[in-house]
């Protein structure tokens, strides 16, 4: 019955409504109501004031929700790794992942994924890698994929691949260029760039200052398709991930430039997920997927893969 209250009280919050939560749950508003008042005496504590029509959560309210979403969690996991045993190769798995994974390499490592494992659903979420971490440590994916290598106590990080930041033109602006700059060639360039506050804008502005070079930003996007495009008709140049414009370049649309005086500059992919994830057979299959497609060497493995 505890379970059922604890749901019935997420369902309120999220929707903010008795009404919009008896219609989810197929409850009627007074079962609702009940139901929320037994949570209450459960716990002796107000878990809701009501503002007009609208509900706000009292401090015990918001550390219940915040523990009632983990434990119908649990629960759900609890039912997926029993359908694991009885019915391996099946199952439904949450990857997080930046945009730039997402679109440009994730692409890669899950079309073999399902041809193989057809009855495996494989849900993937954009986000930011703040996003991707608390997701994983919540629980609700599987696993992360992030453009740093994470540092947590509750995490695994295996380093995936590293992904080169290329400084391209559109091939009518190369035509005016050297193959290779000089820092001062830079320094003179109009760039297209990344919105600020960008994590890779930030790391490329950074690397680049680094070597007293201050980039002329001459517009900004969000997008990396916008950004290309504006490259391509010649508006700029653009510090981009390798993985973004690789076959651009192959097909000629845009020129990769060298810069001499800055090393090289990158950015490493990882894959992140808990030290102690639930290891169900989907699980184990994706995961050796990313580690076959990437060559991933063993000693960068966490230990508990050799035992399974």
Do not use: C
């Amino acid at each position: 019955m505890l379970l059922a209250q604890l749901n019935t009280f997420t369902r309120i919050v999220e929707s903010g409504s008795l009404t919009r939560a008896a219609e989810q749950l197929n409850l009627t508003q007074p079962a609702v109501t009940k139901q929320l008042a037994q949570l209450e005496e459960e716990f002796h504590t107000t878990l809701l004031m009501r503002h007009g029509r609208k509900f706000q959560m009292t401090t015990t309210g918001e550390l219940l929700y915040h523990y009632a979403k983990r434990i119908l969690l649990s629960v759900d996991q609890t039912y997926e790794a029993l359908e694991a045993v009885e019915r391996p190769g099946q199952g439904e798995l949450h990857i997080g992942a930046l945009a730039t994974v997402a679109v440009f390499s994730l692409p890669r490592v899950l079309s073999g994924f399902t041809r193989q494992f057809p009855q495996i659903k494989v849900r993937v979420k954009v986000g930011e890698i703040q996003e991707n971490l608390d997701g994983v440590i919540k629980g609700e994916y599987a696993i992360g994929l992030v453009t740093i290598p994470i540092i947590h106590e509750q995490i695994d990080s295996i380093p995936l691949f590293s992904d080169p930041v290329r400084l391209v033109v559109s091939p009518e602006r190369a035509l005016d260029l050297p193959s290779t700059l000089t820092l001062y060639d830079v320094a003179q360039l109009e760039f297209i760039s990344y919105e600020t506050p960008s994590r890779f804008r930030s790391f490329v502005d950074g690397v680049l200052e680094q070597h007293g070079v201050m980039p002329h930003i001459l517009m900004e996007f969000n997008s990396h398709e916008v950004i290309k495009s504006m490259v391509k008709v010649g508006l700029g140049a653009a510090w981009v991930p390798d993985s973004v414009v690789r076959d651009d370049i192959l097909r000629h649309d845009l020129v990769a430039l060298e810069v001499d005086g800055l090393p090289p500059i990158a950015r490493t992919t990882s894959l992140i997920m808990l030290k102690e994830p639930h290891r169900t057979a989907s699980f184990r299959a994706l995961l050796n997927r990313f580690i076959e497609h990437y060559a991933v060497p063993s000693h960068l493995l966490p230990s508990w893969t050799s035992e399974d």
